[in-house]
């Protein structure tokens, strides 16, 4: 078996239309799909999207997804700037001293890892 890669991961979110907005101006993401209930949006240049998917059941919380940004320090700033909500602000993480990271959440309350790029 030869699985190579991830073309996409599911978020749940209560309105696709509401999420792609919020993706694509905060995140400044692209629409790589837009089909009724298939919605995938990814940053520029990525292999792999987030599927958009509309669901009444929401459980909002830490998805294990991590984001990663060169210049975190801007990017965090940028994204607060834009409204975006941070449930842990950039710090030194607590299993590695040499490790930062930052968690914000989108309107569902799906929290996301940013972490810095790595040389």
């Not at 993706?23 to 995938?40: A, C, P």
Request: a negative charge; hydrophobic letters at 35%.
């Amino acid at each position: 078996m030869a699985i190579e890669e991830i073309e996409t991961i599911a978020v749940m979110v209560s309105d696709g239309k509401k999420a792609k907005k919020w993706y694509t101006d905060k995140l400044g993401f692209e629409i790589k799909s837009d089909e009724e209930h298939w919605i995938v949006v990814a940053p520029k240049g990525s292999k792999t999207g987030i599927h958009l998917c509309i669901d009444g059941q929401l459980e909002p919380g830490n998805q294990g997804i991590v984001l990663k940004a060169d210049g975190i320090e801007k990017t965090c700033q940028e994204l607060k700037q834009k409204g975006v909500e941070f449930t842990r602000e950039l710090g030194k993480s607590e299993w590695d001293e040499n490790l930062r990271y930052a968690i914000f959440k989108d309107p569902d309350g799906n929290e996301f890892w940013l972490m810095p790029k790595e040389d």
